[in-house]
């Protein structure tokens, strides 16, 4: 899937941030879907006016496999454990992190189109992915959903906070309130240029809490890698109050 130029992706862009077609919205797709026919960004099959994945393509996507860590979601080689070696031998500041699949063909197509091709139609199905995907699991509930922040300068070099964008959406549909709770205080070298130990330390310090409060909180980002990010983010959150930290996450590096 590619997302520069005339792409699949570029016409749900369009159709999902032009206002003009709001009274189309509200009065019927039919004149829209004739004009912009909408495409499956796998495939090209066609699919409902609101979405960007058809259902075979949808079926397709990789999920995580099973065994997996009770903790954080890597995958095990046995059924015998719970715990896989990271999350065994540390303390985790998280008590669980879910994700949609692994960050493979599929996922890594649908984010890389969602954060460097700015597809926000595709980071909108995404978010009712991770809603689908916090409802199966049964977790708590949770008094609100809050983001993985960015830097101003970070921000402004993205263009717009993907993980912020899955959250307002995700927040919305799950009808909870959607707070920004942390704030990032200093610049970081991208954690996948990274070794692992590296990554560990670099985000340590790199947060602060903007919100105190009590209870649970769903913590979305966009990826999960060693679990660093998230176990900063989650003891900043504990730091300021809150007692329980659920990470949700499109995929799972």
Same mark, same amino acid.
């Given at each position: 899937?590619?997302?520069?130029?005339?792409?699949?992706?570029?016409?749900?862009?369009? *159709?999902?941030?032009? *206002?003009?077609?709001?009274?189309?919205?509200?009065?019927?797709?039919?004149?829209?879907?004739?004009? %912009?026919?909408?495409?499956?960004?796998?495939?090209?099959?066609?699919?409902?006016?609101?979405?960007?994945?058809?259902?075979?393509?949808?079926?397709?996507?990789?999920?995580?496999?099973?065994?997996?860590?009770?903790?954080?979601?890597?995958?095990?080689?046995?059924?015998?454990?719970?715990?896989?070696?990271?999350?065994?031998?540390?303390?985790?500041?998280?008590?669980?992190?879910?994700?949609?699949?692994? %960050?493979?063909?599929?996922?890594?197509?649908?984010?890389?189109?969602?954060?460097?091709?700015?597809?926000?139609?595709?980071?909108?199905?995404?978010?009712?992915?991770?809603?689908?995907?916090?409802?199966?699991?049964?977790?708590?509930?949770?008094?609100?959903?809050?983001?993985?922040?960015?830097?101003?300068?970070?921000? /402004?070099?993205?263009?717009?906070?993907?993980?912020?964008?899955?959250? /307002?959406?995700?927040?919305?549909?799950?009808?909870?309130?959607?707070?920004?709770?942390?704030?990032?205080?200093?610049?970081?070298?991208?954690? /996948?240029?990274?070794?692992? =130990?590296?990554?560990?330390?670099?985000?340590?310090?790199?947060?602060?809490?903007?919100?105190?409060?009590?209870?649970?909180?769903?913590?979305?980002?966009?990826?999960?890698?060693?679990?660093?990010?998230?176990?900063?983010?989650? =003891?900043?959150?504990?730091?300021?109050?809150?007692?329980?930290?659920?990470?949700?996450?499109?995929? /799972?590096?």
């Amino acid at each position: 899937m590619t997302t520069s130029g005339a792409t699949r992706t570029s016409s749900f862009v369009w *159709r999902g941030c032009c *206002r003009a077609l709001a009274a189309i919205r509200q009065g019927g797709v039919g004149v829209a879907a004739l004009l %912009y026919p909408a495409e499956c960004v796998h495939c090209g099959a066609p699919v409902a006016w609101d979405r960007v994945v058809c259902a075979p393509c949808a079926e397709r996507l990789p999920r995580v496999a099973s065994p997996a860590c009770v903790q954080c979601g890597e995958p095990l080689a046995s059924e015998s454990l719970d715990l896989c070696l990271r999350c065994g031998t540390r303390v985790r500041s998280f008590e669980r992190a879910l994700a949609l699949g692994p %960050y493979e063909e599929g996922w890594r197509d649908l984010l890389h189109a969602f954060k460097f091709g700015r597809e926000k139609a595709v980071g909108r199905w995404l978010a009712r992915e991770l809603c689908a995907r916090f409802a199966a699991a049964g977790e708590d509930p949770v008094v609100c959903i809050t983001h993985v922040p960015m830097t101003r300068s970070e921000e /402004r070099a993205r263009g717009f906070n993907p993980s912020r964008f899955l959250a /307002r959406v995700a927040a919305r549909q799950l009808q909870l309130p959607e707070r920004r709770l942390l704030a990032k205080v200093r610049t970081t070298p991208p954690q /996948r240029a990274l070794s692992a =130990r590296e990554r560990e330390t670099n985000l340590s310090g790199a947060f602060r809490a903007i919100r105190s409060g009590k209870g649970a909180v769903l913590l979305v980002d966009d990826l999960l890698t060693t679990g660093a990010t998230a176990d900063e983010c989650a =003891r900043t959150l504990k730091g300021a109050g809150f007692d329980r930290v659920t990470v949700l996450t499109v995929a /799972r590096a």
